[in-house]
């Protein structure tokens, strides 16, 4: 609101409400449905010393960075899917499809997506090796990083640059979202940035402000309803491809 990068937007309080209702929905189901068993697969896995960073001889301080950096490792393989996999994107595209990206864009989530990313970390976790107190420190990381590279703060490029190297920042961001699909299927990090460069597909732009957020076929204010959202994975496929 202070320093908006695009400014003049219309209808904010309405467009939060109905991403955070999605996010509503989301803590509720996930809370249910996984909260105990993810510490109960953790706990397994500690008592059975399972993991990469339980076969290494290293103290706990090392041990809890290789854990953070191999989990968003994983985010990364998992962020790729949701794109190159048709029907991961068809859950995946209701988080593009938000034509106007603020930090609430951050908690836009399929619950179906969700769920899918919930079930592989029962098998993804317990491989690294991380305690559930490292799933809490890599969660507390992971949010605030999110939410900063999907708002529409206005940070001059020189700082966005700067903190990109390590990060993902929201110029960077901003490309991931855009409408046209060689950038969209382009910055899939979460919040290390390196991982866009070691496998090739880090994009920027000279123009951040000719950006077009969204996806084509769901411009309409119909898909933008918290039912809407809901029921994007289940239309017509060949309707609502990437713009």
Known sequence: M?????????????????NLSIALINTLVLGLLFLKPT???LGWGESLSLGITRGLDMNIWFSTILAIVLMDGWMYLWHLGNHRIPFLWRFHRMHH???EMDVTTALRFHTGE?????????????LIGMSLWQLILYEIILLPIIQLHHSNVNIPERWDRYLRTIIVMPNMHRVHHSRWRPETD????SVFSFWD???GSF??????????YGLNAY???EWQTTWGMLKTPFVEPFRHKKG
Do not use: C, Q, T
């Open 2 to 18: 202070w320093i908006p990068f695009f400014k003049g937007r219309k209808g904010r309080i309405k467009h939060a409400g109905r």
């Open 39 to 41: 510490a109960i697969a």
């Open 97 to 99: 499809s938000d034509n």
């Open 114 to 126: 969700m769920v899918f990313s919930s079930l592989l970390r029962f098998a993804v976790v317990p």
């Open 186 to 189: 382009s910055d899939y990090a």
């Open 197 to 199: 460069r070691i496998f």
């Open 203 to 212: 994009r920027l732009r000279e123009d951040f402000h000719s950006l077009r």
């Open 219 to 221: 411009d309409a204010d």
